[in-house]
């Protein structure tokens, strides 16, 4: 089983739409979750960093962090053409031998349509 | 604005060639990291410096090397580039964490690696 699982895509919505994007975590001990959005021939770049359980908003995005069911979700609302780029989950704390690491998601790509 | 800086972003070399992969910080940071990324695989730790002349392996070392020579410096060397290491090369740099806190990763804007 994969450490962070996070469906490619892609996902294709209508300006306006609400867009939500998902990973799961396999190992509890995993602290910090971060949200990355990466525009194409561009490195990512930190969206959101959430801590705890529960939501966290910044303007039109929102982090969702469920540590019982290890899933965590961004969600877009008003979503703009400037929206469509690739969205990376990263996920950083101790794992099994007791090691800080960072864990990446393989990215969902999304398009706003206009 | 820009914070970190890879010098180039697209180069064309030939299988056999030695590769160099430049990445220059401009935020004091103690940790910088390289990673490739491919479709399918998603981004792979390649190396990363923790301080000045220190390295680690990460997950995909074979076939690379790296110098940390100065604190904002970090560089990527492909001793023989080989058809596989065609890929879109990514640096990132990010301030110690001491005993908690995230890796939070500030990333240059890539550079695109094709040997042929």
């Known amino acids: 089983q994969k450490e962070v699982e996070q469906d490619p895509g892609p996902l294709s919505v209508p300006e306006g739409a609400i867009v939500s994007l998902n990973c799961t975590y396999s190992n509890s001990a995993f602290q910090y979750f971060m949200w990355y959005r990466q525009y194409s021939r561009k490195g990512p770049e930190l969206l959101m960093y959430t801590y705890s359980s529960g939501n966290k908003e910044d303007g039109r995005f929102t982090a969702q962090v469920d540590k019982s069911s290890k899933y965590i979700s961004l969600f877009i609302r008003d979503s703009q053409p400037s929206d469509s780029a690739t969205y990376l989950c990263?996920?950083?704390?101790?794992?099994?031998?007791?090691?800080?690491?960072?864990?990446w998601g393989l990215g969902t790509s999304l398009a706003v349509n206009p | 604005d820009v914070k970190v800086t890879q010098s180039s972003r697209y180069l064309v070399k030939r299988t056999g060639e030695k590769v160099f992969l430049e990445c220059v910080q401009d935020?004091?940071?103690?940790?910088m990291f390289w990673y490739r990324q491919d479709p399918g695989l998603g981004l792979r730790l390649i190396y990363f410096s923790y301080d000045v002349k220190m390295k680690e392996k990460g997950d995909i070392p074979e076939g690379y090397s790296v110098s940390r020579e100065k604190k904002e410096r970090f560089s990527l060397i492909l001793e023989s580039a080989s058809t596989n290491q065609t890929s879109m090369y990514l640096c990132a740099s990010s301030a110690s964490q001491g005993s908690g806190g995230a890796n939070v990763l500030t990333f240059g804007a890539g550079s695109r690696l094709t040997v042929l």
């Open positions: 935020m004091d940071h103690e940790n």
């Open positions: 990263a996920i950083w704390g101790r794992n099994a031998g007791n090691n800080r690491k960072l864990i």
